[in-house]
């Protein structure tokens, strides 16, 4: 996987589009943030250039949700799902009191240096979620690409270069995944390790394939304003 | 038909102390990444206060090997050493 050539910033509406996907997350019950919940983010935001082009080929909202409904179901993606905290609750720990006496201690800052720096060891990693964290992301190869995608544009990532990194990132299969945080983070929020993307399916599903839906894109980006 | 989690489910699932491998198993994950940053928190506290890795390790009941292998430099990402 080739780095990213520059730093690059997302425009105010992938940041809307972002908190709309975290919104999602919650409400499935899902401890992560993942394409799905982009998709959904950006059709739950719904006036930028994904949105109109996902909902001009069927993929609305309703649709979507549906669709993501049925891959729970199928076991493609993970139902609702307990927190850290809920987890630890079951065993009776108070991960709250845990937490506010390690940050009162240590600080808030050397805590969560601490979280980082456990979840990205080479050997025996672990992951750790203080309660009220936003979930972790884990579509770090859609991101990448949509990075790449605003960068040889010269502009801010927008929804829509979010849009091609989620259909570039399901055009091969989960078990080619290159970032090994990302397999282990699949692995403990539930989702399969092998297999076709969530986004494939749900593309597919409307007899559509990711490459029209990219081009579709594309095409409205390379339109003249 | 919208699709809403009830957090009772997940609440009810952790209260009952499960015998689900799906909730049991990801109890274990959990404790086991809070234990992972609690140590690290207390062992960089105590190179702070200039502990040696010996008295650490001792503490610990660990090897110095492997508390340094772990927290030293070289478990640090990021960081050459």
């Known amino acids: 996987m080739e780095s990213i050539p520059r730093a690059v910033y997302t425009s105010t509406a992938t940041r809307t589009v972002s908190a709309q996907a975290q919104m999602e997350a919650r409400r499935l019950g899902h401890h992560y943030l993942g394409p799905e919940h ?9 006036d930028n250039l994904a949105a109109r082009v996902l909902r ?33 609750a079951g065993i009776g720990v108070d991960l709250e009191a845990v937490a506010g006496r390690l940050k009162e201690t240590f600080g808030r800052d050397a805590y969560r240096q601490a979280t980082e720096r456990v979840r990205l060891r080479r050997t025996q990693p672990a992951s750790h979620r203080a309660p009220r964290d936003p979930p972790r992301l884990v579509c770090a190869r859609a991101l990448s690409i949509a990075a790449r995608e605003a960068i040889a544009r ?10 091609l990194g989620l259909l570039g990132d399901a055009e091969d299969p989960v078990e080619s995944e290159p970032y090994a945080s990302e397999r282990r983070e699949r692995g403990l929020v539930g989702l399969p390790d092998h297999g076709p993307h969530a986004i494939r399916l749900l593309v597919e599903a409307q007899g559509l394939t990711l490459e029209t ?13 | 038909m919208e699709k809403t989690v ?46 040696s890795w010996r008295d650490i390790a ?10 340094h292998q772990k927290h030293g430099p070289r478990g640090r990402p990021g960081q050459e050493g």
């Open chain 1, 56 to 88: 001009a080929n069927g993929l609305d909202l309703d649709t979507v949700r549906a669709g993501i409904d049925r891959l729970i179901a199928e076991g493609v993606l993970p139902g609702p799902q307990p927190s850290d905290a809920e987890l630890l």
């Open chain 2, 6 to 51: 009830d957090p009772e489910v997940a609440n009810l699932a952790a209260a009952t102390g499960s015998r689900d491998p799906e909730v049991g198993l990801r109890a274990v994950a959990a404790l086991r990444g809070l234990l992972e940053v609690l140590e690290a928190l207390q062992v960089d506290n105590a190179r702070a206060q200039g502990w």
């Open chain 1, 154 to 163: 010269d502009r801010d990532v927008e929804p829509e270069h979010l849009l």
């Open chain 1, 38 to 46: 982009l998709l959904l983010g950006m059709l739950v935001h719904g």
């Open chain 2, 58 to 67: 001792g503490r610990l009941g660990v090897s110095k090997q492997a508390v």
């Open chain 1, 213 to 225: 839906l990219r081009a579709a894109v594309r095409d409205e980006l390379e339109r003249p304003a």
